[in-house]
């Protein structure tokens, strides 16, 4: 897993993927499939995703925290490439006075091996930038969920 050089706003995260970018990007998107593999032990577990995965389309996640508290996530769709990208805002709820950011997903397919680049900015605050360091491994539950299924 790479991370690139980026704006102090911004992460961007890489992983390659043994799979075709269509297989990826629907992992990635589809609800059903979510709920099945965002989560972490002992930091959180995601109980719930709805998705209108279009253009102007809203999502939602929720889950339960470590601690026990519920969390939320929400944002609208920006882009919907399939299988190529997919980009939308980004709001969680665990940070008073959050704003809102970007998240952007690129699939790039060579050879049935998709590597995925993930980029969120907007991340203004270190305290925003901290709390979404978990992409390395957010991108690594996709691939093991990917391999297996």
């Known amino acids: 897993m790479n991370s690139a050089s980026t704006p102090a706003d911004t992460i961007v995260q ?9 297989r990826v990007f629907d992992a990635f998107t589809n609800p059903q499939e979510r709920v099945t593999w965002w989560s972490v032990d002992g930091r959180f577990h995601t109980t719930h995703v709805e998705s209108d995965l279009r253009p102007g389309g809203r999502w939602v996640m ?3 925290r470590e601690d026990g508290q519920p969390f939320t996530i929400a944002g609208q769709y920006r ?4 299988p ?6 980004w709001l969680p709820d665990w940070q008073p006075g959050a704003t809102e950011s970007l998240v952007r997903v690129e699939f790039v397919e060579d050879a049935g091996v998709t590597r995925v680049r993930l980029t969120h900015s907007g991340l203004t605050t270190e305290g925003s ?4 360091r978990g992409w390395p491994q ?4 996709l691939r093991n969920y990917v391999n297996r299924a």
């Open 138 to 141: 957010i991108l690594l539950l």
């Open 129 to 132: 930038r901290a709390s979404h």
């Open 84 to 89: 190529k990208a997919v980009e939308f805002t």
């Open 14 to 22: 890489e992983i390659t993927i043994d799979a075709p970018a269509s």
């Open 79 to 82: 882009i919907v490439d399939p």
């Open 62 to 64: 929720r889950g339960t």
